[in-house]
């Protein structure tokens, strides 16, 4: 009773990419209480337990009061004014010394549309280094990059909405019970939608929570993925079930794809992925014989040496069925972050904004004058992408890094590798709301408002766009990401007249977002603040034609933006683990998350429901390497890999995993599991290969 809000406000969460409508209750001041929004088309009223305690966060003790500088090895709160001069006068000192792209930034898909696209547009006109890349890199970049491979541009081409109208789900490597629970809601409509049920398929080497409502689970063996989608696709068109059709009319590359595929036969494929030849023949005639069929995914697919490659080969499932433009039938990417969509729309890190390519002229050209600056000042290239930020650090080629919002110290693999390369840093700046790992190495920090301080706009998964509002005050003296970046400018002359000017609110950068975006494929320019709380969010594209936006993209009338105008088939070879299991490291260990934890528990880890209910990680392991091992549940265990080792991990004994794996969740810096992981890339995307280390276990 003592905490009844005084007001209501109308927002969005802001951790996950399902994007969840809701209400903050405030009360003189505080946020004080969180409740689903039950008119908002994701989530009807419903939330996690992560949206429902998104509250106490917000003024917790581990928030950074401002801007700080470390002094004689201590943190000193310091003015904004000197916080921005000191770290001015060392950018400035470091490009002269070294060049322009001495000068390094990595940010992420926590922050706001308009808060990315400032910061982009300021890193790469404004300090004039191209090396400029989101954490996003360690989520989704090979949805990104497989997506443009097919299309000849990023967009995930379906919705939500299609959970209810496919008569088969096949999830594959995307635990959603955990990581997007709200999903559920989505298929549990299906029935009522269709009259009947849907056929669940999930594919991931984990019986996770998602694995219980399957009508279809396949334990597919770690990262085998690739050549079971190219074996469904053999199938089908050894069968005859594909839509020709469909292939004829709409898509491009069949001939030479099917040439291709006839590498992966069923007995071939059987082997490579431990599934059984007659599975494979049942889950092709399922998913083939289907009026609709989505393949949704998450991380299994994107975090892996081959995950650009494994995004193009679950296009290639969509193209050769049919399921492709209509309700029920997409081949759909789940991002991670609560914006991680309006980052790779706006973000100035693989593309220029608004998908244009760095290498087209003409794409440079109309954004220069779109936002009027001369066109030379446009890269004509990408700058490095994070792993090779890092790299560059490693070579002293890059001097300086500007860390926004993100905690590369829990969250990047190799850490081992990862803190020596920042040790050679002679500038480290880290701007966020929190105390962190990686805050804690900082040189200068920027101590930012978060969710609920601030307004501006998330994009979700199905490229819908929410409103986030401010209900209350900045926590003591920080300040938005949007007011950092855009007051942090004025330090260099004339950066802010040119790239600023009058800008005073995160809206002045979504109307110029709104003209960098229009007749583009991601276009917002029919979007307004009023428009998209009034709708509940809105899809992109939105404009003149599309008013309210649009749910799908590729139907019959709509070209992709490759030569082609069609959507293309892309053949890639699958090819074995680069890391084999050996003598000395015999298992396989596998990366995940919890429902109750997010990311790096900077947010998460401050709430106390939260860290009760998931307080430390734990090691799954199957009974029959637990029996080997001589251990059982409860007891403690140290895991060790070629890069480093993680003690004092709780042990949980469970046919979850099977023989020869384990799983441990990412998120907690007390049993820092990325210790382990690999320096280890996708060559496209330049995504971690998160998902299979081998490892060892210690049971002393
Ligand atoms: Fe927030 Fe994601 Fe949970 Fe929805 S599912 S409440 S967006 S964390």
Same mark, same amino acid.
């Given at each position: 009773?003592?905490?009844?809000?005084?007001?209501?406000?109308?927002?969005?969460?802001?951790?996950?990419?399902?994007?969840?409508?809701?209400?903050?209750?405030?009360?003189?001041?505080?946020?004080?209480?969180?409740?689903? @929004?039950?008119?908002?088309?994701?989530?009807?009223?419903?939330?996690?337990?992560?949206?429902?305690?998104?509250?106490?966060?917000?003024?917790?003790?581990?928030?950074?009061?401002?801007?700080?500088?470390?002094?004689?090895?201590?943190?000193?709160?310091?003015?904004?004014?000197?916080?921005?001069?000191?770290? %001015?006068?060392?950018?400035?000192?470091?490009?002269?010394?070294?060049?322009?792209? #001495?000068?390094?930034?990595?940010?992420?898909?926590?922050?706001?549309?308009?808060?990315?696209?400032?910061?982009?547009?300021?890193?790469?006109?404004?300090?004039?280094?191209?090396?400029? @890349?989101?954490?996003?890199?360690?989520?989704?970049?090979?949805?990104?990059?497989?997506?443009?491979?097919?299309?000849?541009? @990023?967009?995930?081409?379906?919705?939500?909405?299609?959970?209810?109208?496919?008569?088969?789900?096949?999830?594959?490597?995307?635990?959603? #019970?955990?990581?997007?629970?709200?999903?559920?809601?989505?298929?549990?409509?299906?029935?009522?939608?269709?009259?009947?049920?849907?056929?669940?398929?999930?594919?991931?080497?984990?019986?996770?929570?998602?694995?219980?409502? #399957?009508?279809?689970?396949?334990?597919?063996?770690?990262?085998?993925?690739?050549?079971?989608?190219?074996?469904?696709?053999?199938?089908?068109?050894?069968?005859?079930?594909?839509?020709?059709?469909?292939?004829?009319?709409?898509?491009?590359?069949?001939?030479?794809?099917?040439? @291709?595929?006839?590498?992966?036969?069923?007995?071939?494929?059987?082997?490579?992925?431990?599934?059984?030849?007659?599975?494979?023949?049942?889950?092709?005639?399922?998913?083939?014989?289907?009026?609709?069929?989505?393949?949704?995914?998450?991380?299994?697919?994107?975090?892996?040496?081959?995950?650009?490659?494994?995004?193009?080969?679950?296009?290639?499932?969509?193209?050769?069925?049919?399921?492709?433009?209509?309700?029920?039938? %997409?081949?759909?990417?789940?991002?991670?972050?609560?914006?991680?969509?309006?980052?790779?729309?706006?973000?100035?890190?693989?593309?220029?904004?608004?998908?244009?390519?760095?290498?087209?002229?003409?794409?440079?050209?109309?954004?220069?004058?779109?936002?009027?600056?001369?066109?030379?000042?446009?890269?004509?290239?990408?700058?490095? #992408?994070?792993?090779?930020?890092?790299?560059?650090?490693?070579?002293?080629?890059?001097?300086?890094?500007?860390?926004?919002?993100?905690?590369?110290?829990? %969250?990047?693999?190799?850490?081992?590798?990862?803190?020596?390369?920042?040790?050679?840093?002679?500038?480290?700046?880290?701007?966020?709301?929190?105390?962190?790992?990686?805050?804690?190495?900082?040189?200068?920090?920027?101590?930012?408002?978060?969710?609920?301080?601030?307004?501006?706009?998330?994009?979700?998964?199905?490229?819908?766009?929410?409103?986030?509002?401010?209900?209350?005050?900045?926590?003591?003296? %920080?300040?938005?990401?949007?007011?950092?970046?855009?007051?942090?400018?004025?330090?260099?002359?004339?950066?802010?007249?040119?790239?600023?000017?009058?800008?005073?609110?995160?809206?002045?950068?979504?109307?110029?977002?709104?003209?960098?975006?229009?007749?583009?494929?991601?276009?917002?320019?029919?979007?307004?603040?009023?428009?998209?709380?009034?709708?509940?969010?809105?899809?992109?594209?939105?404009?003149?034609?599309?008013?309210?936006?649009?749910?799908?993209?590729?139907?019959?009338?709509?070209?992709?933006?490759?030569?082609?105008?069609?959507?293309?088939?892309?053949?890639?070879?699958?090819?074995?683990?680069?890391?084999?299991?050996?003598?000395?490291?015999?298992?396989?260990?596998?990366?995940?998350?919890?429902?109750?934890?997010?990311?790096?528990?900077?947010?998460?880890?401050?709430?106390?429901?939260?860290?009760?209910?998931?307080?430390?990680?734990?090691?799954?392991?199957?009974?029959?390497?637990?029996?080997?091992?001589?251990?059982?549940?409860?007891?403690?265990?140290?895991?060790?890999?070629?890069?480093?080792?993680?003690?004092?991990?709780?042990?949980?004994?469970?046919?979850?995993?099977?023989?020869?794996?384990?799983?441990?969740?990412?998120?907690?810096?007390?049993?820092?599991?990325?210790?382990?992981?690999?320096?280890?890339?996708?060559?496209?995307?330049?995504?971690?290969?998160?998902?299979?280390?081998?490892?060892?276990?210690?049971?002393?």
């Amino acid at each position: 009773k003592e905490k009844a809000p005084d007001e209501w406000v109308r927002s969005t969460c802001g951790y996950c990419g399902v994007g969840c409508g809701l209400y903050i209750g405030v009360k003189e001041g505080d946020p004080v209480y969180v409740k689903g @929004d039950p008119d908002h088309p994701v989530n009807r009223g419903t939330l996690c337990p992560k949206g429902l305690s998104e509250h106490e966060m917000v003024r917790a003790p581990s928030r950074l009061p401002g801007a700080m500088i470390k002094k004689n090895g201590r943190f000193e709160q310091v003015t904004w004014d000197e916080a921005f001069r000191v770290t %001015s006068d060392a950018f400035k000192e470091i490009q002269a010394k070294y060049g322009k792209s #001495a000068v390094a930034c990595i940010s992420t898909g926590q922050l706001l549309t308009e808060e990315f696209y400032t910061l982009g547009k300021f890193v790469q006109l404004g300090l004039e280094t191209n090396n400029y @890349d989101g954490n996003t890199t360690l989520c989704m970049a090979s949805a990104v990059m497989g997506y443009k491979q097919s299309f000849g541009s @990023d967009g995930p081409p379906g919705c939500y909405e299609d959970f209810s109208h496919a008569e088969v789900i096949m999830l594959i490597g995307a635990n959603i #019970a955990d990581n997007h629970p709200i999903l559920k809601l989505h298929i549990a409509r299906n029935k009522k939608v269709r009259g009947k049920k849907p056929t669940i398929i999930v594919v991931d080497p984990r019986h996770s929570k998602t694995a219980n409502m #399957a009508d279809i689970y396949l334990p597919i063996k770690p990262r085998t993925d690739l050549a079971f989608i190219n074996g469904l696709c053999y199938i089908i068109w050894e069968q005859g079930w594909m839509d020709e059709t469909f292939i004829n009319e709409r898509t491009v590359g069949y001939k030479e794809f099917i040439k @291709d595929i006839q590498k992966y036969p069923p007995q071939e494929v059987a082997h490579i992925t431990g599934i059984d030849v007659k599975r494979l023949y049942e889950v092709a005639r399922f998913y083939a014989g289907a009026d609709a069929a989505m393949s949704a995914w998450t991380m299994g697919v994107n975090q892996s040496a081959m995950g650009t490659d494994t995004v193009s080969a679950i296009v290639n499932l969509a193209l050769m069925t049919g399921n492709l433009g209509k309700p029920g039938g %997409s081949p759909f990417s789940i991002t991670g972050q609560c914006n991680a969509m309006g980052t790779r729309e706006s973000g100035f890190t693989s593309s220029i904004p608004g998908y244009r390519n760095f290498a087209s002229a003409e794409d440079r050209r109309e954004y220069a004058e779109i936002v009027g600056v001369p066109e030379e000042l446009v890269p004509t290239s990408r700058g490095f #992408a994070y792993p090779q930020i890092i790299e560059a650090i490693e070579r002293g080629e890059i001097k300086a890094l500007w860390v926004v919002a993100t905690n590369p110290l829990v %969250s990047y693999p190799d850490q081992p590798r990862l803190r020596k390369a920042l040790a050679k840093l002679e500038m480290l700046v880290v701007q966020d709301s929190f105390m962190s790992d990686t805050a804690e190495l900082a040189d200068v920090l920027f101590g930012a408002a978060t969710w609920s301080e601030k307004t501006g706009t998330y994009t979700n998964s199905e490229r819908r766009c929410n409103l986030a509002k401010k209900s209350v005050p900045n926590y003591k003296d %920080s300040k938005s990401d949007f007011e950092i970046v855009v007051e942090f400018s004025k330090y260099f002359d004339g950066k802010y007249e040119r790239l600023f000017n009058g800008w005073s609110k995160p809206e002045d950068a979504f109307e110029e977002w709104k003209k960098v975006s229009k007749g583009r494929l991601c276009d917002y320019s029919g979007m307004t603040y009023e428009k998209i709380e009034k709708l509940g969010g809105i899809q992109w594209p939105c404009n003149d034609e599309h008013p309210e936006g649009t749910p799908r993209l590729y139907d019959e009338g709509m070209k992709t933006s490759n030569a082609e105008g069609k959507p293309k088939f892309v053949f890639a070879d699958w090819f074995p683990m680069e890391e084999n299991i050996c003598t000395a490291f015999p298992l396989i260990l596998n990366t995940g998350r919890t429902v109750e934890q997010f990311h790096t528990r900077t947010k998460t880890g401050t709430i106390k429901i939260l860290e009760d209910l998931a307080p430390e990680a734990w090691v799954e392991l199957s009974p029959k390497d637990a029996e080997k091992l001589q251990v059982k549940s409860g007891d403690r265990i140290s895991l060790s890999s070629p890069r480093g080792r993680v003690d004092d991990v709780i042990v949980r004994v469970t046919e979850v995993v099977g023989e020869g794996t384990v799983f441990v969740p990412f998120h907690f810096n007390e049993q820092l599991v990325n210790r382990l992981t690999q320096s280890l890339f996708d060559p496209k995307s330049f995504e971690p290969n998160y998902k299979q280390t081998a490892i060892q276990l210690h049971s002393e």
